[in-house]
């Protein structure tokens, strides 16, 4: 909760049960939010649904940065049953979910996109820079010692050399190593650019050593640090031209007409743009239980707020009956993931650009700068 | 004739009243307060079977908690990967980590006292970076979940009565041992080690086969919490809480068979009930660790002895009766 | 290889730097002060967050403030002073509340500083940012001046004396206390001058002082308690150890490799290499 994800998360469902509340709330009924904090351990987790779901009588928890702390919880939620919307990106958790639908189907993905999302979409971040001009075959990963990045290594692993790319060496970085001198020099003396999956390590001090070296090669990955807007502050400007996906849309760029409201609105509540990739997700999730429980009232259900119902009705939000976010149009599919595609949730490839965010793709707000 | 008596408790009556008193609690208080006390009942294992150590043969083990943590992963992965039925992951835990601490004993219980505690201070560490880099295997700083089917018993009021039994069996079993005739030598040890060598005592013998008790023990409780809260973390192996078993230790009083129990039932429930509260009152998220830390800070300089101890010292001062 | 032996000793030279005032308080006046590693992290956060408004003097208030820290630990060390293990726990204490707090008032974020000087130079193909040579420099001053310091001045022998017997040393008329006031004042700000430098280098969180302390004590207690000049020796060795490791096995394996010569060196030969007894 200390952490810039965690501040954003509070902050996203602050501002739409705000909202919400102003505009009548849900089914004449205010929402009232209540905050824990999961301090990214698995057992105070557990300890802290247990108190929101038995002390605090919550019908619906938003959140979940951590996979690792979500998957290692979804016994807890069986026990406690009560819904969690969460802002993970590990297939595991959804894939737990197909297994045994009965005990985890509590959980639904909503703040973030499957992982799984990411290998194709890097791919296709490559391609682009090839399409620009930028000749980019060989590849150096240095990645996250984290569940959400191990899950889908043999995936992206596959999914490059499938077209045309090598991977010629992979660095694992725990969360608190400081120091990317070699894992820099050997990437750049090996390949032609280097790919950070970097959600839980230092990837400022990466991006720092990245430009004091003077290191000739891009950096363009997956560094969720980048989405923020103090990025450019806290690397001292040195993240200028790092290109890098934002997982889910969460990029404070207007893509669309809501997305520019709620930028609008977050600068005006709090001061800031929004902190983190968490922000959005956890703002439409608000937005997404007061559609399921409108619909369950409407369908006539008598408790539209009982967890059973409620996790029918947010089923029913799928792809031929989408709600319409600020990211895009959000849809479960059959096992409680995020639906993908140009016409529902996308990540979208980015670049620092003289400390502005600029989107390249899908939708462009500028042009690729190349260094 | 004038009798001179000093006023006695009649302890057995007091304990057995004072044991009953947990029994009843899970149908008054809320879920996730039962929850808590059963991870109370399973900390104050860590704390008796360090005090094993600490307060009976005066060595400092700062890295208890690699037992705890042995015990934990141990059985957490004997369940997961092997599908073995809780008892006995949770033995073999046991069993793995009193051969660690016999292991660590030997070679260490030869140190110099402060060098001793460095070394077991550092050791944590390392099980940690292991666990981190096969995090394939161990689950990293993210943990692990062993599944709810695991559970040592599917209701919480289930798993907080045998939490208790746990708890009251290991009593009993540092009991024996303080008061038998090994418990007799290691304090001998404890109160002059070169008179206890000079009397025949293989001090380095007595040392190990209590660290290895503490070890067992410990590696047995590390164990039983995994299956208490369905999962595994680093926190187990954590310097955070070997210094929360140390100040529980203090606060109670080393070496006192009670003072350990009552500091870590004291020293748990306020961390994690009155301190959450306050921190969660006045919205300062990390306030309950800081207090605890503070706490310790004035523990060490004002009371040293502990709560136990200062009982003692207390006592032995109160002026005598006669009849 | 060459890489080896210039960012090992880049490295090297920070952790020396940072390792000096340990050396001092633990290796020649045996005072287990785990809180070392408080100095570097308050130096380092009070200069992030000074630097906006007050530029780089935030840098000397910084080391001011981490020296004053080091006083102030030295009165809550001095009741209990002759019990080392209740030191350890108390300084280890103090170093946890202080972790507690800076996660309170700044959360989570690491934080930096804008490097004094920018720029880097290319030795034998590797890129070596001028920051890191300055690094380099001041931390060999600094060791170079404190080993002077203990052998030559006055007041250095005093606290050579103090280390061995505290007794004799007041028997001699050596003011002990002023002696321990200035081994953690001295200590304190050599921490803090290692902390305001990593920030420039890297970024300091709350938990790095407690990681920080963990390389401090490798260094003195491979390179040998009471020898500045191991120390010296033994920071350049970690330092190459770590780089050899990280290229060999990569990154992570660091930290291990680092514990595993510390548990190594105290089980096989607890005075270190140059160690004094």
Known sequence: ?371 | MITITRPKLNYLNWKLLIALIPLPLPFILPKSIVFMLGLAFIFAVFVLSWDLVAGYTGEVNLGHTVFIGIGAYTSALLALKLHTPPLISIIAGGLLATIFGFVIGIICLRLKGYYLALVTAILPLVFIQFVNIYSGIFGGYEGLSIGIKNALHRSIEGRYYIAYGFMLLSLYAIYRVVNGKFGLRLKAIRDDEELAEGVGIDVVKHKVIAFCISALMAGLAGGVAVFYRLSVGVDLFGVPLMILIILSALFGGLGTLFGPLIGALTIYIAKYWVFMEVARAINIQQADALMMYLLLIVLILKMPEGLFGWFKTVRSKLPLRTY | MWEVLIIGTVIGGIWALVASGFSLTFGVARIFNFAHGTYFAIAAYLAAALYPTLGYFSIFLAIFAAGIFGLVVNVLIKPIRDREIMVILLTLSVALSVEQILLIIFQDTSISIPPVINGVVEIAGVPVTYTRIIALIIALLCLAALEIFIGKTRLGREINATSQSSEAAMMVGIDVEKVYSSTMLISAILAGIGGVLYAQIYSVNPETAFRILIFAFAVVILGGLGSIKGSIIAAFLIGYVQTFVSIVLGSRWSEVAVIAVIIAILIVRPRGLFGVE
């Not at chain 1, 197909?98 to 703040?111: A, L, M, N, Q, T």
């Not at chain 1, 016409?343 to 190349?370: D, M």
Request: negative net charge; hydrophobic residues 40%; charged residues 25%.
């Open chain 1, 1 to 371: 909760m200390q952490t810039r994800y965690g501040v954003a998360m509070e902050r996203g469902v602050m501002l739409a049960a705000k909202e919400i509340n102003e505009n009548g709330g849900i089914l004449g009924k205010k929402i009232e939010v209540v905050v824990a904090d999961s301090k990214l351990k698995p057992d105070v987790a557990s300890t802290e649904l247990r108190r929101l779901a038995f002390d605090e009588n919550v019908d619906v928890i938003i959140g979940g940065f951590s996979s690792g702390v979500v998957i290692a919880s979804m016994d807890t939620l069986a026990e406690v049953e009560k819904v969690w919307m969460v802002a993970c990106a590990s297939p595991t958790v959804t894939e737990k979910v197909k297994e045994d639908y009965d005990i985890y189907k509590y959980v639904f993905r909503v703040g973030s996109t499957n992982s799984s999302t990411f290998p194709a979409d890097l791919v296709a971040m490559l391609d682009f820079l090839n399409e620009k001009g930028v000749k980019v075959k060989k590849v150096a990963v240095i990645r996250d010692e984290a569940k959400w990045v191990a899950d889908i290594m043999d995936q992206l692993r596959q999914i490059l050399e499938v077209n045309g790319y090598e991977v010629v060496m992979e660095e694992v970085v725990p969360p608190t190593q400081e120091d990317f001198s070699t894992a820099l020099l050997e990437a750049q003396s090996k390949a032609d650019v280097i790919m950070p999956l970097i959600a839980h390590g230092k990837a400022a001090s990466l991006v720092k050593q990245w430009k004091d070296n003077e290191i000739k090669i891009p950096l363009a990955g997956l560094d969720l640090h980048a989405v923020n807007p103090d990025y450019w502050d806290a690397t001292s400007g040195k993240c200028d031209l790092e290109i890098y996906l934002a997982p889910s849309a969460s990029v404070p760029a207007e893509i669309n007409e809501k997305m520019k409201a709620f930028i609008e609105a977050y600068k005006k509540e709090y001061g800031v743009l929004p902190e983190a990739y968490s922000a959005y997700g956890c703002y439409d999730a608000v937005y997404v239980y007061k559609e399921a429980v409108e619909r369950a009232a409407k369908a006539g259900e008598k408790n539209p707020f009982d967890t059973e119902v409620l996790i029918k009705y947010l089923e029913s939000i799928n792809a031929e009956n989408p709600y319409p976010g600020v990211r895009g149009n959000i849809a479960f599919t059959s096992h409680h993931d995020l639906v993908y595609g140009d016409k529902f949730i996308r990540n979208y490839i980015c670049q620092w650009q003289n400390g502005k965010q600029v989107t390249l793709y899908p939708k462009a707000t500028g042009e690729l700068i190349i260094q």
